[in-house]
């Protein structure tokens, strides 16, 4: 692996993961649905910025097929498949239902921050090989874990749609420094699993939304043991 | 002259530099505003317009206030100008006074003002200046651990807080530049430019119903001289904050490195270019976003804490 | 015999039974029948293959079956095959009790259930880590409304909250798979089983410890380990009982099959101290939680969910408390948990057209107002909590025995306190609502019989075969097979 990468693409990963915990931090508190898909998409234009410079500075060409095939599911495909499925609802200027106040929330992401950190920092001294990994393996886990947090506080379904999908860019966001050769193969078939995920929970939405008559989730609280 | 004669004349010229050009900062924003919203709007010379009739025109100072009532004025039009001693605004090095105060002193001599303000505003006993002047300092509240926490970073990257050492630190290099510490202060604290200005989503500046007024309701019994000298120490203000933003925090280049004349002629042009474009991004927030509700102030204070707070870890942590 | 082909036929054969599915709805259903009988004969073929070459690859190493992957193929294409015959009587039952004529899903059904059952039969089939991966997780997809059949407010909660929870999970693994992924690149392995083994003295610890965490936490979401099982129940008493077969008896073990995987990964890192330890603390907590809640369940299909979440953790924990010793139990409980579950949620989908409720409380004697469906329902109890001669009991007490022989007493102990505990709970609620006196209709006289659909008590009498049969005599090969899955989980070197 190279080692020899230039300070300023180091640089400018740094940017873009810091402007991607940003986005996922608007995700998490934004209070209206179509901000929230807007914040999502804006990551994963992040993500696929960063998968850019990876590519360049790793000279890895399957880090291309990653840039292009999030950028054109996540940006393109998953919001219009929202927008189908969630109707005019998405732009309703409603706002969206949180089990925490904003402020209490936010505080509990920032601890989550720091616990995803403690949680990576035995790996970082292993992964010198990589220097890309240092900053992107740290920021994938935390957002993973606020995306998890998200889903959790969410009471819309949308919302804890896009809980899912940041966990997911979390998740690339942390890889494509580590692994930037996965076998084709696994990439077009992951890049086929997310929308095949957006569509079916976007279906899953729109039932919902046909049947109760909203998209909101978090009224259903029917089954559980007496 | 002599060396330090100089600086203490370039000092000076900042000073002139900020009264000159405050005004038309906020009359381009004024106008582009408008064109964003689809009106022509005002000429961009109407806030000197608007000084200038004020200056000329009687005041009425209400018999039940005291002193603080007329002294404020003058302290909110004086404060910006020892804050833009302290900065770099033209030069890159440091100045006459630059070792005067840090950045905690700026924010000391910006409380200051608006301390006065909101003092005056109760003075007089108009109901909505005393509601606009505790509204101010519930965001002041909030916005205070941001201001430490955005301190704590930028002295951890710098290693000092005195702006000059600030801006000669993040000019360095496009590495230095680009790091993501860097990069989440300049966010958090223009988000802290928002709250503190009045600005969209916090408060609304052009608002004209006093119910729903945050900053802007404490002079609304200034009139004359008092009113002009409020209005133009705004300006200022905004321009001074505006000033640290580009020239400390979002691109510290494009200052005189020496003391000849084309120099400093070519540091105001480009910091008035750099203004603009500041300009240009809050005329875009100010007419995409909408005005918060007072409670929501917290959450969007909590989120440029947050911010910060990431800031300051990701140095912590030794990745960026 | 060159099989490369096998693995591809097997993958092949429900795609096409759901395109037929697709194309001609009114035939539909006996489409998937046809299709689901030609899986577990190619199953067995394949599980043949494997006990006799011990791997078989495929199509250029994109397949890779081994023995314990075999002993997972088994049991998903026979409940595949069982759960379509049976929903073919069991749909249409519903559907005239529907008020709205058809179910707006009845439709979807075949052809989503031949593709779930696909991605399921992928899981042990394929040979690359990201592909089982995206397999787990398409299993969520394509069940989300297999669980939302019935479209009421309800079966929606219950679909969304499984969604949910469970892609929550798989985004978590995916992180710890893509950090194995990088593991077994670095030594220049592919990222496949046997490639992640060889690899694993050499991933760093904190890697792989990492990467473990988190397919703890994701795939134990999936498997429905305690606390993120919460989905499990509300799923399985809403979906239809032909999908709580699979779900329950399969699916969620496709999840628990690559946490029984990695173990033997964490246990030849030297770096990582006592991984079983983490199998076992994960697993006692799982086994205690549903023991307790099985006490208290009020709806006999959540009954049955508790106590997939109950062998769920029997599971993980013997894997800790047996995989260095050469314990048989552990892949055999896998193995006969999904012939013994599908069996229970067959018999309660059936009582549930008898009485027309899923509530314990007014459920009473059913072996008289239906014998076929009381007994059963009594016989997939006893053999699901572990009486003998069943099968799930042969592998209950060679865990027990294995553990208490080499002397690890208080998991073991826990272990056998909470099994005891969970027997006792679900041999109570089940006399509950097999005897009795059935309650009688208003004028006094005893309820009509309840017509049950043919198609559906044929499936749960076939169902009740390999439960009763595996329970003394083991075929020598899948004695064999067995013995190779459990060596599989074992630590060499």
Known sequence: MDATVSPFALSLDGSIAALFVVLGLGVMVSRQMLGTLRFFMWQSVALTASALVLADALQAISLLWVALITFSTKVIAVPLVLRWAAGEEIYGRREVDQALSISASVLVAATLALVGWFAVAPVLPILHGTPFALLNLPTGLIMVLWGAFTVALRRESVAQLMGLLIMENGAFFGSIAIVHNLTVIAEIAAAVDVPIVALVIGLLIRSIRRVTGTTRVGGMDKLHER | ?320 | MNASWLPALILLIPFVGALLALLNRRAAPYMTLLAAAITPILAILAALQVESHGLLTGTDGFFALDALGALYLLPVSFVYFTSSLYAIGYLRERRQKHPAGTPPRYREYFPLMNIFALVILAVPLVANLALMWIAIELTTVFSAFLVAYEDRAEALEAAWKYVVLTSMGAMIALLGVLMLYYGTHAVDQPPSWDGLLKAAPQIPAPLLLLAFVLWLIGFGAKTGLVPMHTWLPDAHSQAPASVCAVLSGVETSAALYMLLRIYPVLASNPGIHDPAAWYMTAGLITVGSAAFMLLQVHDFKRMFAYSTIEHMGIILTACGIGAAVHEQGTVYQLFAHGFTKSLCFYAAGLAGIVFGTQEIAKVRGLISRAPAVGWALVIGTLAIAGAPPFALFLSEFEILYTGFRTGQYLPTGLLTAFIVLAFIALAYQASRIAFGEPATAADGRSMPKVRLPRTSLAAMAMAIIPVFIFGFYLPPPLAHLVHQAAYLLEVHG
């Open chain 2, 1 to 320: 002259m002599t060396a330090l004669g100089t600086r203490f004349a370039l000092n000076l010229a900042q000073v002139a530099f900020l009264l000159i050009f405050a005004p038309l900062v906020e009359g381009v924003l004024h106008r582009l505003e408008e064109i964003i919203q689809g009106k022509r709007g005002p000429s961009i010379w109407q806030t000197y317009r608007d000084i200038w009739k004020l200056f000329g025109k009687d005041e009425v100072i209400s018999e039940e206030s005291t002193w603080v009532f007329r002294f404020a004025p003058i302290v909110a039009f004086v404060m910006p100008m020892f804050v833009v001693l302290l900065i770099p605004a033209l030069t890159a090095y440091p100045l006459f006074f630059a070792f005067m105060g840090d950045m905690v002193a700026v924010g000391f001599l910006m409380a200051v003002s608006g301390f006065f303000v909101a003092l005056a505003g109760m003075d007089t006993g108009n109901v909505y200046a005393a509601v606009g002047a505790s509204r101010t300092h519930m965001v002041g509240f909030l916005a205070e651990p941001v201001f430490i926490m955005v301190f704590f970073s930028v002295s951890y990257v710098a290693n000092s807080t005195i702006p000059y050492f600030v801006n000669a630190t993040w000019g360095a290099s496009w590495g230095s530049m680009l790091q993501p510490s860097h990069l989440l202060v300049i966010l958090a604290f223009f988000l802290l430019i928002l709250a503190d200005e009045g600005r969209i989503p916090v408060d609304s500046a052009a608002g004209k119903v006093e119910i729903a007024m945050i900053s802007h309701s404490k002079g609304l019994e200034y009139s004359g001289t008092s009113a002009a000298l409020i209005k133009w120490g705004g300006t200022t203000k905004l321009m001074v904050l505006a000033m640290i933003f580009v020239n400390v925090l979002v691109t510290p280049w494009g200052l005189a490195q020496g003391t000849q004349w084309t120099a400093i002629l070519t540091a105001i042009g480009l910091v008035l270019i750099k203004l603009l474009a500041f300009v240009i991004v809050l005329a875009f927030i100010e007419t995409t976003l909408a005005k918060l509700r007072l409670f929501r102030i917290s959450e969007f204070l909590s989120v440029a804490f947050v911010i910060c707070l990431f800031a300051v870890s990701v140095r912590l942590v030794g990745i960026g």
